[in-house]
């Protein structure tokens, strides 16, 4: 495993790491991400043209321009690409729901292993309580024939089975098949093109 050496610091001098950032990220963090985001998002260029020819749509384009250009494009299966006792907080939000459950306590110890003494973990996952009531209210509103019923409990349903039964990504799963292949075979290309000079192997 490679070790990213280049770890940014807040101007108290703490180093923060948000894992599964995707287009969420701050300047001042360390954002680490698997997605398409993290690989186009030093491709400016690139991205402009792939908008312009319909191959990203607009809303993936705009996304990817708020993006952090130092984002790390790494995948979490591999371990975390850092060395231990590296940050004073990592976080994680509705990501370790993403990966396999046994990759989830694998990261975990990873999260803990980079983290400095006395350092804080903090992973945001989704309320399961909220999305089973959600689906009890659907049920009530199907069983009184309510107006709309039907697209709330497709909803409640989307929401309490999605994660485990889906097999792409949500924004990738709603684009033509076409331009699936297309973005994977520029992707692949990307990744063999681009160097590991960040990287120490």
């Known amino acids: ?40 998002a030093r491709h400016k260029r690139l991205t402009r043209f792939l908008n312009a020819v319909g191959l990203l749509s607009d809303f993936r384009y705009d996304n990817l321009r708020k993006i952090d250009p130092e984002i790390i494009h790494w995948d979490v299966y591999k371990g975390l690409p850092f060395h231990d006792n590296v940050f004073d907080f990592v976080y994680h939000s509705h990501f370790i729901t993403h990966i396999d459950r046994d990759a989830a306590f694998f990261v975990t110890k990873e999260c803990h292993r980079i983290l400095k003494s006395g350092g804080i973990v903090r992973l945001v996952v989704p309320d399961l ?4 009531n959600l689906y009890n209210e659907a049920m009530a509103d199907l069983d009184a024939a309510r107006p709309g019923g039907n697209e709330k409990h ?3 349903v989307d929401e309490l089975f999605e994660l485990m039964v889906r097999r792409s990504a949500w924004g990738t799963s ?3 098949f076409l331009v699936n292949e297309h973005l994977n075979m520029l992707l692949t290309r990307i990744s063999h093109m681009e160097s590991c000079k960040i990287l120490e192997i």
């Open 1 to 40: 495993m490679g070790v990213y050496k280049k770890i940014k610091k807040t101007h108290e001098g703490h180093a923060l790491l948000n894992i599964g950032s995707g287009p969420r990220t701050h300047c001042e963090w360390n954002n680490l991400d698997f997605s398409l985001y993290a690989r186009l």
């Open 129 to 132: 309580e909220q999305i089973v």
């Open 154 to 156: 497709a909803e409640a």
């Open 174 to 176: 709603r684009q033509s």
